[in-house]
């Protein structure tokens, strides 16, 4: 994950305390449960990308010899390919 835990709970707590201070948002509950779920929230949408990374290294471990005969950068290819999976699968990272 890009981000630790750390930054994360920080990250769900400034979010938290901005949307309520400000009236954007009214809770049935108290701030940690509002914290506690925008914390679940941007982590798991950190795996999903983390999940999708870890996809694109197996396909292309696949094809490792044909990339090193081809001359072919890995990092662009890697690149090429997350793209190619976000737009077909309609993510947003």
């Given at each position: 994950m890009r981000l630790r835990k750390k930054m994360i709970d920080h990250l769900a707590k400034t979010v938290a305390d901005r949307l309520l201070t400000q009236g954007l948002v009214t809770v049935e509950g108290s701030r940690e449960k509002v914290v506690a779920e925008i914390n679940r929230l941007?982590?798991?949408?950190?795996?999903?990308?983390?999940?999708?990374?870890?996809?694109?290294?197996?396909?292309?471990?696949?094809?490792?010899?044909?990339?090193?005969?081809?001359?072919?950068?890995?990092?662009?290819?890697?690149t090429m390919v997350k793209r190619k999976l976000v737009q077909e699968r309609g993510l947003i990272l």
């Open positions: 941007v982590t798991n949408d950190l795996l999903v990308e983390d999940q999708l990374n870890e996809e694109v290294k197996a396909m292309l471990r696949v094809h490792t010899a044909e990339i090193e005969r081809g001359n072919i950068d890995y990092a662009r290819m890697f």
